[in-house]
């Protein structure tokens, strides 16, 4: 079988490298022959597909001389940073083009666009290797803002999102820690409170300063139930411009009555011994009083218990003697990080032989290897927990004071305290 083969004058038009296309208005299209097969199988020739040479684009050469010149794609895979325009047949650096800031620097690859491509296969005079120049070059810096704007991970909004975040999780911990410390003090009945009033204390007890160094007052209620139950439930923290009286009895009575619940229904109040919340004429008890007779005042019992206990102690020379020792001893053994570690270590060694003879009971959170704890001024409590962990280290205290009188190193005074403290005890 023979397939019909077009001449060049029927088929496709021919090219001479010395001719150009012309456009023209006269332009006609020549047809092109396109093989089609027949029943019989031989291909014939086919007039229904025309074009048109005036639509075709030219090559965007650019004429130096007697040379002819364009873009090469190939450029591309040298310098990264290349763009090319069509419409204008010229080249722009991307980086530049977005972060050029120096009004007075060369805009051919920023605004009006590259060109002179006989420059670029220049060697080291390379029009583009001469754009990107040295390291503090615009084009260095434009290529470092540009790899910045890339980089979304340092985007300000993402960083932001991410320092929100961690402040979220350090807010959160310190609202665990807050609420875990509570639910511990709440459980051992130990007060939510300082041990020291002066005026040179920087923590006093009826302070409640938060992070932002806001006064606040925290509100309870103790209330009967419907089964005749007494309840007393922790109601609202409220910050406070100060503690005056006339300052805390707004507070109160606004969130009281935010709440529907009416001040002439109250039937006793409670607050501690100072002079803003039990003065008789101007405290905060006495203004309610004005407005209810029957919310009559109650000096907190913690607080009376307190100031009873103390009074008491201080009548007996030897309670006195007893605990005036007893912080004394304190001090000496926990005054200093070395007698501090060998007390510890005493300790261990002591809870290591009870063990195991049996004298002492295992468990979680039994046996903890810790330090003297002091007595609180406004806390009985703390004086009985000072009490037993006196007798609980017992042993290991005779040894660190023992430690301390035999030392050569220490004064004559140092020595004869830890002497006249061991014979005491």
């Not at 419907?226 to 507070?251: A, C, H, P, Q």
């Not at 309610?288 to 307190?306: S, T």
């Not at 300790?347 to 032989?353: A, F, L, M, N, Q």
């Not at 007798?391 to 305290?417: H, P």
Request: with cysteine; proline share 3%.
């Amino acid at each position: 079988m023979t397939t019909p083969t077009p001449t060049p004058s029927a088929a496709t038009p021919t090219h001479t490298p010395s001719a150009t296309p012309t456009h023209t208005s006269s332009a006609t299209a020549t047809p092109i022959a396109t093989p089609t097969a027949t029943s019989s199988g031989t291909a014939t020739p086919s007039d229904t597909s025309e074009f048109n040479l005036a639509s075709f684009e030219r090559d965007p050469a650019t004429e130096f001389g007697t040379q002819r010149r364009r873009f090469q794609a190939s450029w591309f895979n040298i310098f990264k940073w290349l763009e090319y325009s069509v419409s204008k047949d010229a080249a722009f650096c991307f980086p530049c083009y977005l972060f050029e800031i120096d009004a007075s620097s060369q805009h051919a690859f920023t605004i009006d666009g590259f060109k002179s491509w006989k420059r670029v296969n220049d060697n080291e005079r390379c029009a583009f290797l001469v754009h990107i120049g040295t390291s503090n070059s615009p084009h260095k810096k434009a290529i470092k803002s540009y790899e910045r704007l890339k980089n979304v991970t340092r985007h300000i909004d993402n960083v932001i999102n991410c320092q929100s975040l961690e402040e979220v999780k350090k807010n959160r911990l310190r609202l665990r820690a807050t609420i875990e410390g509570v639910r511990y003090l709440s459980l051992q009945a130990c007060a939510l409170r300082g041990h020291d009033e002066s005026s040179t204390s920087r923590n006093r007890v009826d302070e409640a300063l938060d992070a932002s160094q806001k006064e606040q007052m925290a509100i309870v209620l103790r209330f009967v139930d419907v089964y005749g139950v007494i309840r007393e439930r922790f109601f609202d923290v409220v910050n406070v411009l100060d503690t005056t009286s006339l300052t805390l009895k707004k507070e109160l009575s606004d969130v009281l009555t935010r709440n529907n619940l009416s001040i002439q229904n109250m039937i006793g109040q409670g607050y501690d011994g100072a002079s803003n919340m039990r003065g008789a004429f101007n405290g905060l008890h006495a203004l309610f009083l004005r407005d209810c007779p029957y919310a009559y005042y109650v000096h907190c019992f913690a607080h009376c218990l307190q100031l009873g206990l103390v009074g008491a102690a201080e009548k007996q020379d030897y309670v006195w003697e007893f605990f005036s020792m007893l912080a004394n001893v304190v001090n000496i053994v926990s005054g200093s990080s070395k007698r501090l570690s060998e007390l510890q270590t005493a300790h261990g060694i002591e809870v290591d032989h009870s063990v195991a003879s049996g004298e002492r009971e295992t468990g979680r959170g039994l046996n903890q290897i810790g330090n003297l704890q002091r007595a609180g001024s406004t806390r009985w409590s703390s004086h009985f927990n000072s009490v037993c962990s006196l007798i609980d280290k017992y042993g290991s205290i005779i040894i660190v004071l023992e430690s301390k009188n035999n030392c050569s190193t220490n004064s004559s005074a140092q020595r004869g305290e830890a002497r006249v403290r061991r014979a005491t005890l």
